[in-house]
């Protein structure tokens, strides 16, 4: 039992090396500096969400509101960059809390099913960010160091100068590299970490795979379920509140009908990295695999399309997005229909 | 359950405001709706706001449609707008003569309309048979065509928008007939033909009984499998249906834009509309109610010059309140 569970996230990982490894031996500059600061600036923002739907699908539920409620907080952090980069993050993120909070609440409160109650917070939240940002994007201030949380590689700092130089070596070539990771990048890294350490090593992690796994014996063991799955939501909230305050540094501005479409790749991200969607199973690190998977294949179709051999256009993207999600979903139900049988 | 049952037996009987919020709200609801427009709103009481609302609320009715028998079933259908999207971009190919040149006007233009609803219909069944086939859960297995559905759309016309001018295809939108819209008949025939389907046939009856107790139902002959696969395919048809009304409205397809975010205004109708999610009861007529109430609220909003982004926030509180009036009933 213990092989199965473990082996979909293995295989997730295992794609993910073999398709960066023949990403690097076929593109120039595929493992570059620029290519991977890119790749990984952007696609934090996705791993953060994604980890968040990681912790409610957990527990058998759905967060649809997560796009919108990233939209929203970047307006509110793009607000109040002009006080500085901490009025930037905290705004944000306790937009996104305060979503994540009334989610929980109509689900445990009014018992109003996840998908439901999070499709009601999702048109809430993008109604509130459009009227806050009056309809059009709101821009950042530059005057502070908002725009560093998104723009800025956190350790550059410390980055020696003989890193740069001609002979510096592989040594100074590998130092360098991980010194010119993005700071989102760390950010992303920093929450996966944590969502690891609680899922797997506190009472509240084995809560949430216990409620996951069945409800109903989870309350008669005296666990507290309304208490896990409103924090769930809480945290979802907050993972998406922090990829909004991402998105308004990174690209300057807080955008209000952003997004869109968000809430589906964290889902297919979470799904791909091997996470059961009935929830009571789940892998916070093959949820970061799922995610930087994606990330890459479109990398990769990217690339294609420089080559020349291929000309897909961006379009083409959400039909592999599909095809992709259609296969993992057909793959998991087979899988646990073969692991009923057993 | 049983216990459940006798306490409603033995209650006295008295006023049961949550069943009669539940069997009448959204009559009373629109009923108030109107007078207060009639009284605060200017101009309310003319055949233009009435054309107006109708045609705004058109495509979602016979999206809702299709979405009441899949919710009936106890299912959902995400991909609804995606399959708009299809049909719309598919459609002006056949009578603009794009992908094959057809002599005559008229039978392009039945091509036009009759194979986009059929493509529709087979993305329907893929959903069906995802749902089926592999036991995944209905919100998953129609996020794959929600999210691969629009691509497929986009790809087909490499993202362009078609203009086209045919006033004999824009006839199914913006033709009058008794100086009603033409889609607005279409909308009504289709909520006739289903509410009878859903309350008087047989087929009625077994997606009532699937959406009831699925386990129940198999037990009891019914053929489970094949009635879910209908209600995809009826769904994904409304959803071709409404696809070609959009594009005939705007004499344009943009795979882009059409159908975009009409999963959640389908559903919202039929929520409001006193259809319960968890299957098993369901109203077609609730549906057309329910969508005529979001749309009214909406223009009572933004006739009294709240910007459209309040409403979308008042919408929220909407589905919020009809389903904890559900939740309400069944407790």
Redesign the interface.
């Known amino acids: 039992m213990q092989g199965f569970r473990i082996s979909p996230s293995m295989a997730v990982v295992a794609v993910l090396i073999i398709l960066t490894l023949l990403g690097a031996w076929r593109y120039d500059g595929f493992l570059g500096t620029y290519n991977v600061q890119t790749v990984l600036r952007y696609n934090s923002m996705f791993a953060l969400v994604a980890l968040g739907m990681c912790f409610v699908i957990m527990t058998g539920g ?1 967060d649809l509101s997560v796009g919108s409620v990233a939209a929203f907080s970047s307006v509110v952090a793009a607000h109040l960059s002009p006080y500085g980069l901490f009025p930037g993050l905290a705004g944000g993120l306790c937009a996104g809390l305060l979503a994540g909070t009334l989610n929980g609440l ?1 689900i445990t409160r ?4 996840p ?3 999070t ?6 939240a ?6 806050l940002a009056n ?1 059009q994007s709101v821009s950042v201030s530059y005057e502070t160091y908002f725009t560093n949380l998104g723009q800025g590689d956190l350790l550059s700092f410390m980055r020696p100068e003989w890193v740069d130089a001609e002979d510096a070596g592989i040594l100074g070539g590998i130092l360098g590299f991980i010194l010119s990771f993005p700071t989102p990048a760390f950010i992303a890294l920093a929450a996966y970490i944590a969502g690891g350490i609680v899922i797997n090593h506190t009472a509240f992690g084995r809560h949430v795979l216990a409620v996951g796994g069945g409800t109903e014996a989870s309350r008669l063991m005296g666990l507290p379920v309304d208490r896990t799955i409103f924090l769930v939501y809480v945290i979802s909230g907050g993972m998406a509140g922090m990829a909004g305050v991402i998105l308004a540094s990174q690209f300057g501005a807080g955008q209000p009908i952003e997004g869109i ?1 968000w809430e ?1 790749f964290a ?2 991200s979470v ?1 791909v990295g091997g996470t059961l ?2 929830g009571g199973n789940g892998s916070v690190g093959g949820t970061l695999a799922g995610a930087l998977l994606l990330g890459i294949i479109f990398t990769i179709l990217n690339f294609e399309n420089g080559m020349g051999w291929i000309s897909l ?11 992709f ?2 296969v993992v ?2 793959l998991q ?2 899988l646990s ?1 073969a692991a009923k049988a057993a | 359950m049983t216990t459940a049952l006798d306490s409603k037996k033995d209650r006295p009987r008295v006023f049961d405001r949550a069943a009669f919020f539940q069997r009448y709200g959204v009559g009373l609801a629109l009923l108030l709706l109107i007078v207060f427009n009639l009284i605060v709103t200017p101009n309310f009481a003319t055949s233009q706001t009435l054309a107006v609302n109708l045609t705004q609320v058109c495509t979602i009715v016979i999206v809702g449609v299709g979405m009441t028998l899949v919710i009936a079933t106890g299912g959902i259908d995400l991909s609804v707008g995606s399959l708009m999207a299809i049909a719309g971009a598919l459609s002006p190919m056949f009578f603009t003569g794009q992908l094959i040149p057809i002599p005559n006007l008229y039978v392009g233009i039945a091509l036009g309309i009759v194979i986009p609803i059929l493509v529709a219909g087979i993305f329907g069944l893929f959903n069906g048979w995802l749902i089926t086939k592999f036991s995944i859960q209905p919100i998953i297995a129609t996020l794959v065509l929600f999210i691969a559905g629009r691509g497929i759309a986009q790809v087909s016309t490499n993202g362009d928008l078609q203009v086209f001018k045919v006033p004999e295809f824009q006839a199914i939108a913006i033709g009058r007939v008794l100086g009603v819209p033409f889609q607005v008949w279409i909308m009504l025939a289709i909520v006739i033909v289903a509410a009878f389907v859903l309350h008087k046939t047989v087929f009625g009856r077994q997606v009532l009984a699937v959406g009831g107790n699925e386990a129940a139902a198999r037990l009891s002959g019914i053929p489970v499998s094949r009635i879910k696969f209908l209600v995809y395919l009826i769904c994904g048809m409304c959803s071709g249906v409404a696809g070609l009304i959009v594009i005939a409205m705007n004499s344009a397809a943009d795979a882009n834009l059409i159908g975009l975010g009409m999963e959640l205004d389908a559903i919202a109708a039929v929520v409001v509309g006193g259809t319960l999610l968890s299957g098993g009861r369901a109203t077609i007529v609730g549906t057309l109610l329910g969508a005529l109430v979001i749309q009214l609220v909406r223009y009572t909003l933004l006739a009294n010059g709240v910007p459209d982004p309040a409403a979308l926030v008042v919408k929220a509180g909407l589905i919020v309140l009809a389903v904890w009036l559900q939740r309400q009933e069944q407790a």
């Open positions: 759905i109509l009014l018992k109003i099913m998908f439901i109650a499709l009601a917070t999702m048109l809430a993008s109604g509130t960010a459009l009227l309809n479409g589906l889902i297919a799904v969607l009935t256009s961006a379009y083409w993207q959400s039909v592999v997005r599909g095809v999600l259609f979903v057909v139900a087979k229909r």
